[in-house]
């Protein structure tokens, strides 16, 4: 079989990786890809944009691809699903009604309120006066979140009312994400533990993959600017049986049913961002149409089923008889990041240490990577690499991930130095 990746960070290049060990998998194709994709065995980029959805079309007609599987939420709420379907194509994700779970925040709360879904009380607003109103009513803290897709950045936990106010400003003026801006949701702030859940949905039948963790804030002991994620690890023992079976019930069963009862049916990777309060109640902070980035890494590098038949059974509709397996053994991964990310980075910054073979079981997934005309790996985005270990513990992972982080060097190379602290003193 022949697949294309659509995309070009980490998640993406942990999806050509599992792809291309299917012995059915002959190819892999990412478009656009990044260094760590152009060098897996098995796998080659193609120069067309995740975003340019009718290239994306041509691009697999061309290849005769069997199968797509889109990564980043962009082009799913673009409508990239309906796109391929429309001209014949198999593509694993969801359509762009479906995908507007991710795509708006405002349908996501009201959906949820609509299906009786646990998340944070919340009201929604175009109007500048009535959200300032309703903030103060409310008062601080308080979470402020664009309604529509803002590359990770939209939402501001804030502690004081000024913060709140001035977020929003921001936001409803067009200045800060522009037209995804221009609705807000105001919502409670919730505390507890945030864990990811991500299934796998084909429509109606619903597989849950290995439990999975994140770590958001950029700095170590989690505190600092809030960041796409700086490494994360799976399993999640947060998630025991009995949490297990209530975001099931509670979560991702209403909302696949509730998605199918509007004629939205859902297929592709359904991801729950969670808190869970400190009384183990699972509540929705967001919706991601999509695998997340990073703990697909480390999930994927537990999968010991065929990656590539789990999604032709997610698109033909065949997840209840899928076979669906995971290594006993935990992963970690630790995300190597740009001086200066969340913010502004350089790019074009060589990488040393590429060529030294990986330690065993271990594996190197490229985010923001490129090569420059001399052929080097060099960087090319805010997270560059992320270093996964996969060990009998979290802490076995861990020490495995940070002997690969030891080996990879750059001008202003920045990571944490904790990540799965909370599994590890568990
Ligand atoms: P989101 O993109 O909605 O996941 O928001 C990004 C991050 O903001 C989450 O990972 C949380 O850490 C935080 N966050 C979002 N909503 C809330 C909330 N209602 N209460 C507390 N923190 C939140
Ligand atoms: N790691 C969080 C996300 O992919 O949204």
Redesign the pocket.
Known sequence: MKVLVVGGGGREHAMAWALARSSKVDEVIVAPGNAGTALEPKVRNAQTGAGDIPALVQLARREEVDFTVVGPEAPLVAGVVDAFAEGGLLCLGPTQKAAELEGS?AFAKSFMVRHGIPT?AHEAFADLEAACAYIREVGAPV?I?ADGLAA?K??T?AENLDEALLATEGMLSGDAFGDAGRRVVV?????GE?ISFIALVDGEEVVSLASSQDH?PRDDGDSGP?TGGMGAYSPAPRVDQVLYRRIMDEVIEPTVSGLAAEGRHYTGFLYA?L?VTPEGEPKV??FNCRLGDPEAQPLLMRLDSDFADLCLAALKGELASADVRWDDRAALGVVLAAGGYPGPTTKGLPIEGMDQPLPPDTHLFHGGTAFDEEGRVVTNGGRVVCACGLGATVADAQERAYRLVGQIHWDGVFYRRDIGYRAIGR
Do not use: D, I
């Open positions: 925040k944070a979470v979140k990770g939209g939402v936990v919502e409670e702030r919730l505390v945030e958001k809030n961002g808190m902070l967001e």
